[in-house]
């Protein structure tokens, strides 16, 4: 009986599993799909009046560029650095404009690379009235050497109209070949490299012949050969030995770092002192350091100074000649011993007189 009773149990407890299970869907009445009404609503757009209508599609139209412009779609704009922003300097836009722009501006490799073409051009040039040799320099962009150089002028006051000069299209002089010449031997001399030596006169060989004709460029004439081709030369004022330069030195009295604004030459008191150029007497007088002194006024800018004279010869105003007599030397103002102090200015700095002097 009780194995009956448990056996019911079993058979009705497992019973379920061979019955199908049904599931009941309750939806709220609210729920319920509703049957359409009269009017269609189907379109977002059908209640707006066609102003308004065109109004919005605007108004999205510009969202949707100013979206645009917060958000640039050109794969650069990842790559821009972050910048400074001046207070009165470039806006952002035009920052960024010119970072973008550099990535199509850049040159090629080859056009940075490439070198430009070494080749001498001359034109002719005839000289007209008013015209001066450093006036045509600067027409042309050269610098003065370059014209009287190619042109071998030995005095540029005798510049006559009519002329016809050589004008080249760079700055450098004309050089024949003498016997026992060497490339590097020019190089040297007037400082050009043996590359452009090669390239501007298109030479194949180091090999020299004499009178070949090369194109120095760069070069330039000395200080001393152009200057007495533009007629700035002096004369030594005085006979005498030079006892101190143009230049930075210790002072004999103080021993201090100055610079000594001339020459120094030494010689017996009451030697002869001449103008070193023609010229007018600007001023005499005397000075504690440099003593009894003159000055002597060229024109074109230049002045000479005589100092620690014995003896004056000429007066405030006179007109001088090139090496005419204007004193004696000898010991006055702040010296060691008799000796004669000469100095040249160029518009009103002191220069180094031996660049000048014959």
């Known amino acids: 009986m009780l ?23 309750i939806v709220h009445p609210k729920l319920m799909p509703q049957k359409p009404r009269n009017k269609d609503h189907s379109s977002l757009f059908h209640k707006l009046p066609q102003k308004r209508l065109i109004a919005l599609i605007i108004s999205l139209t510009l969202v949707a560029v100013l979206v645009s412009l917060c958000f ?37 490799p080859e056009q940075i690379m490439s070198p430009p073409l070494k080749n001498l051009k001359t034109i002719v040039y005839k000289v007209k009235k008013g015209d001066s040799l450093s006036g045509i320099a600067q027409k042309y962009k050269l610098n003065i050497g370059t014209i009287i150089g190619f042109n071998n002028i030995r005095n540029a006051r005798s510049l006559v109209i009519g002329t016809t000069l050589t004008i080249p299209n760079y700055n450098g002089l004309l050089y024949t070949v003498k016997q026992g010449d060497s490339l590097s031997m020019i190089s040297n001399k007037y400082d050009v490299s043996l590359n452009n030596l090669l390239d501007w006169n298109h030479l194949d060989t ?91 006024s060229h024109g074109d800018g230049f002045h000479t100074l005589y100092g620690h004279l014995k003896r004056i010869l000429v007066s405030k105003g006179k007109i001088v000649a090139q090496g005419q007599r204007i004193g004696f030397m000898g010991a006055t103002g702040l010296v060691t011993g008799p000796h004669l102090h000469f100095s040249i200015f160029k518009n009103g700095k002191a220069i180094n007189p031996l660049i000048y002097l014959k």
């Open 3 to 25: 194995v009956s009773s448990l056996h019911q149990r079993v058979e009705k407890r497992n019973s379920h599993k061979s019955r199908p299970v049904s599931f009941k869907l």
């Open 72 to 108: 640039p779609i050109f794969p650069q704009n990842r790559e821009l650095k972050e910048f400074d922003f001046p207070e009165q300097d470039k806006t952002m836009v035009s920052l960024l404009q010119d970072e973008l722009s550099s990535y199509y501006t850049q040159p090629e």
């Open 206 to 296: 180091s090999v020299l012949t004499k009178g070949q004709q090369l194109f120095l460029p760069g070069a330039t004439l000395s200080a001393k050969e152009l200057n007495g081709i533009l007629g700035h030369l002096f004369i030594s004022p005085t006979r005498g030995r030079l006892t101190s330069g143009f230049g930075w030195r210790n002072s004999p009295f103080t021993g201090r770092r100055e610079l000594h604004r001339g020459i120094d030459l030494a010689n017996v008191p009451g030697t002869s002192v001449f103008a070193s150029r023609a010229g007018k007497v600007s001023k005499i007088g005397y000075d504690h350091i440099y003593g009894n002194f003159i000055i002597i």
